[in-house]
Structure formats: structure tokens, C-alpha cells
């Protein structure tokens, strides 16, 4: 990811699709994101049928269930309301997997001193959040994404809404960002 894509974020009432950079800009490296157990690949979304990148992480992180999802205001129902809810500041018990095959869009993450972070991904990009990290997706001002979500086992999207304090997947995620709990894959 080029360090253009990801930036601390300026809060504010603005429509929530626009960058919201702060002046001056502040951007995040990898690394930074790594530190919070955000990981990222480059990947070829116009052959992710046969990509054998794309298929190692698969099978090394035990993503076995995969589906497409379009967001976009011609092809979701009541999508100004799917999109606030996407906006919602949540977590997951189980991890985040995210690969944009066509258009784009914001990720938000919480960091150690609870700032937010926005990460414009775009074609080709693969996110994975940590289960247990705040975070928050919106749409930006294309209006359209597709993106592949990849889960262990059975699909489960459940997002418990902030403050999740005590929910077992927060207590994991801030023990690991605390102590820096390996990644079993390392991405780039």
C-alpha cells in the first residue's frame, strides 16, 4: 500500500465519503497498520479465480467460504441505510477479510490512542481486520465497490456496536496489540 493510503483522520460532520485528511496530511505506513494487526496485500483482481497468491493465503489462514458483494445505490436495497450501518463504529469476534476487485472504498480503524485511521482501498487491494479492532466502512465518492469477503468456516457478520469493553474478542485484541502476538502470514 502506498503511504498516500492511509491517513489519520480529521472528525467532522462532512459527508462521511470524502477523505477527511487533516491539514496538515498525516499518513500511516504498513508498518504502523501492521502494529495493529492490519494486514494488506497487493493482489491481481482481473484473474482472482486463478491467482496462486491469493489461494496460499487462503489456504495458510483457513479461508475456506468466499462470496462476491456489490455496494452500490442501483443493486442494494435502502442503501443509505446499509451504509450508515456500515459506518457504525463496531467489531467482529472473528476477523475482517475484505478484497476490492472493482471500485473503492474507506476502511476506518481505531488506533492505540483511539484516532481514527482511514485506508482507501482500491482494486486489487486485500484488508484483513483483526477480530476485536473498531473499526467502521463507508463507500467513497465513486459510490461503488466489489469486494470478495473471505471467511473461516460458515459466514458470521455480526458487529457489536461500541463500546464492546468486555466482549472476549476486544479482550484478545488489545491483549495482542499490547504484547504483539504474531502473524501466521506475513503480508506486504
Not at 101 to 109: A, K, M, P, T
Not at 164 to 185: D, F, M, S
Request: aromatic residues 12%; hydrophobic residues 30%.
Amino acid at each position: 500500500m502506498a503511504i498516500e493510503q492511509a491517513w489519520f483522520m480529521e472528525e467532522n460532520d462532512e459527508d462521511q465519503r470524502l477523505p477527511h485528511h487533516r491539514n496538515p496530511k498525516q499518513f500511516v505506513s504498513l508498518d504502523h497498520l501492521a502494529d495493529l494487526g492490519v494486514l494488506y496485500w497487493k493482489l491481481n483482481p482481473k484473474d482472482y479465480e486463478n491467482d496462486q497468491e491469493l489461494k496460499e493465503i487462503r489456504e495458510s489462514r483457513g479461508y475456506n467460504y468466499m462470496d462476491l458483494l456489490d455496494l452500490c445505490p442501483e443493486r442494494v436495497e435502502n442503501y443509505e441505510e446499509k451504509l450508515k450501518n456500515f459506518y457504525t463504529e463496531h467489531i467482529h469476534g472473528d476477523e475482517e477479510i475484505r478484497y476490492c476487485l472493482e471500485g473503492s472504498g474507506y476502511f476506518d480503524v481505531r488506533d492505540k490512542e483511539d484516532r481514527w485511521i482511514r485506508i482507501w482501498i482500491k482494486e486489487g487491494d486485500m484488508i484483513v481486520l483483526p477480530a476485536g479492532i473498531y473499526h467502521r466502512f463507508t463507500l467513497d465518492t465513486g459510490n461503488y465497490v466489489k469486494l470478495m469477503r473471505l471467511f473461516v468456516g460458515e459466514p458470521v457478520w455480526t458487529a457489536y456496536n461500541r463500546p464492546q469493553e468486555h466482549h472476549p474478542a476486544r479482550k484478545n485484541y488489545i491483549n495482542n496489540v499490547t504484547h504483539k502476538v504474531g502473524v501466521p502470514l506475513e503480508a506486504h
